[in-house]
């Protein structure tokens, strides 16, 4: 079993808030927008960390992370990428990921809303972890984590 935290759009800022909500998961999952590395130097120093780069992310942040991500974990087929939209919105690139063999898990971020839906057509879920730092339209800084086990995906916590 493994417990992920999820979080997307910190915008250069990390929460101390967000930052206890973390310890106790195995790895940390970023969805883009991150804004500063320093945001991700802090993030590896809490855990190991999965990441791809947002449309504010620079050339720096682009070298250590990727534009999109596709991994196995537990079982579960896993698909992240920033700009994705959700289920009867996806992206035209994600609906081309998704053509040959859709995920079990898709995550994005980029909207700032949190959403967590499943996709009855795609027999996948979508978690989009919202916003987890200071800066944009949202009102409240939000995150996920989440319980992989055997292909079982649980315990869905929302900060």
């Known amino acids: 079993m493994k417990k992920i935290g999820l979080i997307s759009d910190t915008h250069s800022y990390l929460d101390s808030e967000i930052i206890e909500f973390l310890n106790d998961v195995d790895e940390i999952w970023h969805a883009g927008d991150i804004g500063d590395e320093k945001v991700l130097e802090k993030l ?3 855990k190991p960390v999965r990441a791809v780069y947002g449309n504010i992310d620079d050339s720096n942040i682009q070298k250590m ?3 999109s991500s596709r991994f196995t974990i537990e079982g579960v087929d896993v ?3 920033h ?3 959700y289920p009867g919105k996806y992206s035209p690139e994600v609906q081309n990921e998704f053509k040959s063999a859709p995920p079990n898990l898709f995550i994005s971020g980029h909207s700032h809303i949190l959403k967590i839906m499943f996709d009855k057509k795609n027999n996948l879920l979508h978690i989009n972890p919202g916003a987890a730092g200071k800066y944009g339209w949202h009102k409240f ?3 996920v984590k989440f ?3 055997n292909t079982e995906i649980k ?3 929302i900060f």
């Open 141 to 143: 800084i939000t995150a």
């Open 79 to 81: 698909f992240m990428i």
């Open 65 to 67: 992370t990727k534009y």
């Open 155 to 157: 315990n869905l916590l």
């Open 44 to 46: 590896k120093s809490i």
């Open 83 to 85: 700009i994705g939209g």
């Open 147 to 149: 319980d992989i086990d």
